[in-house]
């Protein structure tokens, strides 16, 4: 079966500090992979989807970066963290179906 | 207009209630929509998805598609205190985007 890990599950950083959080996807091939920002109060906000090794499409424009290095990993940096980049982070994907499949989420903190 | 739109709740129910949770959207370009839940501090999982308009059935959980008022709708037959969490819509059209509602908080006391 498919399971989908994220890492760290929280972060506390300050305010121009770096970021990389980390998905991968075990027991599929080729998945396309997605990285969404919850913030509190608020819906789930697309940020970054993937379909391919190196393919990334930015969905809104702001201080964050995705790679896909490979298949089955999704990348997400910053180079300097700001305040409104607090939030629950979420990896998905889905493996040509029409379902998404969540990860546990990383819940990062900008003091 | 926002895409889609979920009252916020929270929305609170004796236990044993039918819980009735529900979302509007404005695409007609949308054909398949989803409904997660969410516990607290967790990622969304999938509860089920209907294409079109309908109905689909799975256990306790119902859920409802009006294309033509663009309204969804998901039922909760005898709830628990365990289906306390958010819910969340997420229509989508005949490509890999979802596009989420805010989710409506459900709490269910025994």
């Known amino acids: 079966s498919q399971t989908i890990h994220q890492w760290p599950a929280t972060l506390v950083q300050p305010v121009g500090s770096p970021l990389s959080l980390e998905c991968t996807v075990e027991?599929?091939?080729?998945?396309?992979l997605y990285w969404y920002r919850q913030a509190a109060g608020r819906g789930l906000q697309l940020l970054f989807y993937s379909v391919g090794i190196g393919q990334i499409s930015s969905e809104v424009p702001q201080n964050l970066s995705a790679s896909r290095p490979q298949d089955r990993q999704f990348i997400l940096s910053s180079k300097k963290l700001l305040l409104s980049d607090s939030g629950f982070y979420l990896c998905?994907?889905?493996?040509?179906?029409?379902?998404?499949?969540f990860g546990p989420g990383t819940r990062l903190t900008v003091t | 207009q926002k895409e889609v739109e979920q009252d916020p709740g929270p929305l609170s129910v004796p236990e044993g209630a039918i819980v009735s949770l529900n979302c509007t959207y404005s695409n007609s370009a949308f054909q398949y929509f989803m409904w997660y839940r969410q516990y607290s501090r967790k990622g969304p999982e999938l509860l089920m998805y209907?294409?079109?308009?309908g109905n689909k059935e799975d256990g306790r959980f119902t859920a409802q598609v009006d294309k033509s008022s663009k309204y969804i709708s998901l039922f909760i037959r005898d709830s628990q205190p365990s289906d306390s969490a958010t819910y969340l819509c997420a229509p989508r059209r005949n490509t890999d985007k979802l596009i989420f509602g805010t989710g409506t908080r459900l709490q269910v006391f025994p």
């Open positions: 027991g599929t091939s080729n998945p396309n």
């Open positions: 998905a994907w889905n493996g040509g179906t029409y379902e998404q499949y």
């Open positions: 209907t294409y079109s308009s």
